[in-house]
C-alpha cells in the first residue's frame, strides 16, 4: 500500500509556466522527499524537507510541509520541456529505515 | 549518473522459476534499499540492508529476499515467480548509516514474467 496520494495524477502545462503537484501521507514522518524519473528509469532525488520544517527550497523548485494536515506541495516556476517526467512524494518512517512512495504526478510540459 | 548499477538491464522469466538481481552500491554507501515499481505506480519499499543485515522490510512475502556483502554491494532474489512480479525494480544507496534520508538510485532491472 502506498502512504502518499499525489494530486493531480497528471499535469499538462505550457513551457514558462508555474507546476504545482500536492501530496498527503497518513501517519507520522521522519521527513518528506521528492523525486523525479524519466520514462521508467531510475528516481532522482529533488529536495528533503524534515518533519520541523515549513518550506524549502532549490533552484526552481519549493517544497512546503504542513504536518497538521498531513501534505506537502511542490512547486516548478518556470517550467521547462525538460521538467517532463513523473513526480513522486516519498515518506520516511520515524525509524528512519523506511520509504514509502506515493502514486506520482506525471506532468508533461509543452515546449 | 548516480553511481549505483544495476544487472541485468531486462530479464524475462517464466513462473515458478527463480530470479536473482544485482546492484552495487555507490562508493562509501552502505545502506542499500531495493523497491518494486509496477507499471503507472510508485515504487514500494520491498526492504533495507545496513551492514550486511536487514533494517527494514515493506509489505513483501518471504520469497522476496535479500543480502548485501562486505562491499556493499546487494542482491535482491526471488523464488517461485508470479505473474505480478512483473515490475521494474530498483535499488537505491544512501551514506547515512542506516537511516534512508537521500537516497542514490539505480537505473532498474525490469523483469517480466510469462
Known amino acids: 500500500s502506498q502512504q502518499g496520494e499525489e494530486d493531480p495524477q497528471a499535469l499538462s502545462i505550457q513551457e514558462g509556466e508555474n507546476a504545482t503537484m500536492n501530496c498527503s501521507y497518513k501517519?507520522?514522518?521522519?521527513?518528506l522527499q521528492w523525486y523525479r524519473q524519466n520514462s521508467g528509469r531510475g528516481l532522482v532525488h529533488l529536495i528533503l524537507?524534515?518533519?520541523?520544517?515549513r518550506e524549502k527550497h532549490s533552484g526552481r523548485l519549493r517544497v512546503t510541509l504542513d504536518t497538521s494536515k498531513k501534505s506537502s506541495s511542490l512547486l516548478i516556476t518556470a517550467s521547462r520541456a525538460a521538467d517532463t517526467a513523473s513526480y513522486f512524494c516519498?515518506?520516511?518512517?520515524?525509524?528512519?529505515?523506511?520509504?514509502?512512495f506515493g502514486g506520482g504526478t506525471r506532468l508533461m510540459v509543452k515546449p | 549518473e548516480t553511481g549505483v548499477t544495476q544487472s541485468p538491464t531486462h530479464l524475462i522469466k517464466t513462473r515458478g522459476q527463480q530470479v536473482t538481481l544485482r546492484c552495487s552500491s555507490q562508493?562509501?554507501?552502505?545502506?542499500v534499499s531495493w523497491y518494486q515499481q509496477a507499471l503507472g505506480q510508485g515504487p514500494q519499499f520491498i526492504f533495507q540492508?545496513?551492514?550486511?543485515?536487514?533494517?527494514g522490510r515493506g509489505n513483501f512475502p518471504p520469497r522476496f529476499s535479500g543480502l548485501q556483502f562486505p562491499n556493499y554491494s546487494s542482491e535482491l532474489n526471488v523464488n517461485a515467480l508470479e505473474l505480478d512480479d512483473s515490475a521494474l525494480y530498483l535499488c537505491?544507496?544512501?551514506?547515512?548509516?542506516?537511516?534512508?534520508?537521500?537516497?542514490?538510485f539505480g537505473p532498474g532491472t525490469r523483469l517480466l514474467v510469462l
Open positions: 537505491a544507496s544512501s551514506p547515512t548509516g542506516g537511516a534512508i534520508e537521500t537516497q542514490y
Open positions: 501517519t507520522s514522518i521522519n521527513n
Open positions: 524537507i524534515r518533519s520541523n520544517e
Open positions: 516519498a515518506t520516511e518512517n520515524n525509524a528512519g529505515n523506511m520509504l514509502t
Open positions: 562508493s562509501g554507501h552502505n545502506t
Open positions: 540492508y545496513y551492514r550486511e543485515e536487514e533494517n
